[in-house]
T-cell receptor
Framework: GESVGLHLPTLSVQEGDNSIINCAYS??????FIWYKQESGKGPQFIID?????DKRQGQRVTVLLNKTVKHLSLQIAATQPGDSAVYFCAENTPSGNTPLVFGKGTRLSVIA | DTGVSQDPRHKITKRGQNVTFRCDPI?????LYWYRQTLGQGPEFLTY????????KSRLLSDRFSAERPKGSFSTLEIQRTEQGDSAMYLCASSSALGRGEETQYFGPGTRLLVL
């Protein structure tokens, strides 16, 4: 079946370095993608989104890249801080008119001070 | 704080008991979603409402689960005859449907259920 997944389950980075979290999706009909950050014991927190008619979108310290050719999504975090430590999920929103999000398993980002 | 609230935040119950959770979405949002999340996994869709109408249910939503959104504002999720496999975090999200493929869903803090 269609699925959203992540390549790496864990990622450790040094404070101040840039982080890159990757995600593969399999539904070529998906047209909207969201990255969420989830800290322990909390609900997912919206970080950034991108529509399929774009290939890059920037926020504050975060950039999302979308490669529709290979169905790949990435989240780049610049100057990673200890507060960025969390689990990151990508989610896709299919254009069916009824749009529950489909989430991958998540990548745990650990920032080493 | 996203503006989506859930109550209770934690619930411990014995197997066979019924439990009910409440979600209050962001006030102007017309769509409300319920998800379930188990440890180490991403959230899985259960059901969603547009206003008071329940538009879609996942196959994960067994007959023991029922959700309502009677006035198109808050929603409740009830689990009857709880089983240990129901132990999970139950997440609520809301969104304002602007059109196909443009729904940012904002999540509440979740209700963590433990069935003993």
């Amino acid at each position: 079946g269609e699925s959203v997944g992540l390549h790496l389950p864990t990622l450790s980075v040094q404070e101040g370095d840039n982080s890159i979290i990757n995600c593969a999706y399999s539904n070529s009909a998906s047209d909207y993608f969201i990255w969420y950050k989830q800290e322990s014991g909390k609900g997912p927190q919206f970080i950034i989104d991108i529509r399929s008619n774009m290939d890059k979108r920037q926020g504050q310290r975060v950039t999302v890249l979308l490669n529709k050719t290979v169905k790949h999504l990435s989240l780049q975090i610049a100057a990673t801080q200890p507060g960025d430590s969390a689990v990151y999920f990508c989610a896709e929103n299919t254009p069916s008119g009824n749009t529950p999000l489909v989430f991958g398993k998540g990548t745990r980002l650990s920032v080493i001070a | 704080d996203t503006g989506v609230s859930q109550d209770p935040r934690h619930k411990i119950t014995k197997r066979g008991q019924n439990v009910t959770f409440r979600c209050d979405p962001i006030s102007e949002h017309n769509r409300l979603y319920w998800y379930r999340q188990t440890l180490g996994q991403g959230p899985e869709f259960l059901t969603y409402f547009q206003n008071e109408a329940q538009l879609e249910k996942s196959r994960l939503l067994s007959d023991r689960f029922s959700a309502e959104r009677p006035k198109g504002s808050f929603s409740t999720l009830e689990i009857q005859r709880t089983e240990q496999g129901d132990s999970a975090m139950y997440l609520c999200a809301s969104s304002s449907a602007l059109g196909r493929g443009e729904e940012t869903q904002y999540f509440g803090p979740g209700t963590r259920l433990l069935v003993l």
